[in-house]
Nanobody, 115 residues
Framework: QVQLVESGGGLVQAGGSLRLSCAAS????????MGWYRQAPGKQRELVAT???????NYADSVKGRFTISRDNAKNTVYLQMYGLKPEDTAVYYC?????????WGQGTQVTVSS
């Protein structure tokens, strides 16, 4: 079993910054991919950014240049540093871990950007 616990969400003004963290525990394999997804009200969940255990990253076009994903493999933790936040970034942000064909999700953390 794998557990994911997110933290760091909150309310911020447009142009501000936030840093999300996601700590994984349980049966974590050495090779895996972790990432952040988000879901705004009335919309489908969408990819924000992913990072492999080797450090390869992928970003949604809408966040490139503003968000940075990173991870600490020793702590099984992934981070999402968000700069230049916009009202359209408002959503529940979910952490995901994928390994050996299985996926695990966190409970989500709310990010609200006011204009």
């Amino acid at each position: 079993q794998v557990q994911l616990v997110e933290s760091g969400g909150g309310l911020v003004q447009a142009g501000g910054s936030l840093r999300l963290s996601c700590a994984a525990s349980g049966s974590i394999r050495r090779i895996n991919a972790m990432g952040w997804y988000r879901q705004a009200p009335g919309k489908q969940r969408e990819l924000v950014a992913t990072i492999t255990s080797g450090g390869s990253t992928n970003y949604a076009d809408s966040v490139k240049g503003r968000f940075t994903i990173s991870r600490d493999n020793a702590k099984n933790t992934v981070y999402l540093q968000m700069y230049g936040l916009k009202p359209e970034d408002t959503a529940v942000y979910y952490c995901r871990l994928g390994q050996f064909g299985l996926e695990y999700w966190g409970q989500g953390t709310q990010v609200t950007v006011s204009s």
